[in-house]
C-alpha cells in the first residue's frame, strides 16, 4: 500500500474516531476543527491544519466559548 493510502486510511479513521466524539457530546465543533488540524499538522499539511484552526477560532468566537482544549 502506498504512503498515500495510508495517510488516506489514517485520516478517514480520524475523521470517523472525531465525528463520533462530537456526536457523544465530548467534543465541540471547535475542539474537532483542534484535533484534525493537530492531524494534519502529523502527516506535515500545515496549510491545511492553519485552515482548520482558523476555522475552530472562528466557531469560538461565534458560540462565545473562550475555553481552550
Same mark, same amino acid.
Given at each position: !500500500?502506498? *504512503? ?7 485520516? !478517514? !479513521? /480520524? $475523521? =470517523?474516531?472525531?465525528? *463520533? %466524539?462530537? &456526536? *457523544? =457530546? =465530548?467534543?465541540? %465543533? ?5 484535533? !484534525? ?5 502529523? $502527516?506535515? &499539511? ?5 485552515? %482548520? &484552526? %482558523?476555522?475552530? =477560532?472562528?466557531?469560538? $468566537? ?5 475555553? /481552550? *482544549?
Amino acid at each position: !500500500m502506498s *504512503n498515500e493510502q495510508d495517510q488516506f486510511n489514517e485520516l !478517514m !479513521m /480520524e $475523521i =470517523k474516531y472525531a465525528t *463520533n %466524539l462530537v &456526536r *457523544n =457530546k =465530548k467534543f465541540t %465543533l471547535g475542539q474537532y476543527y483542534d484535533h !484534525m488540524a493537530d492531524f494534519f499538522d502529523h $502527516i506535515e &499539511r500545515p496549510q491545511d491544519a492553519d485552515s %482548520l &484552526r %482558523l476555522d475552530a =477560532k472562528k466557531w469560538q $468566537i461565534e458560540k462565545g466559548d473562550n475555553n /481552550e *482544549n
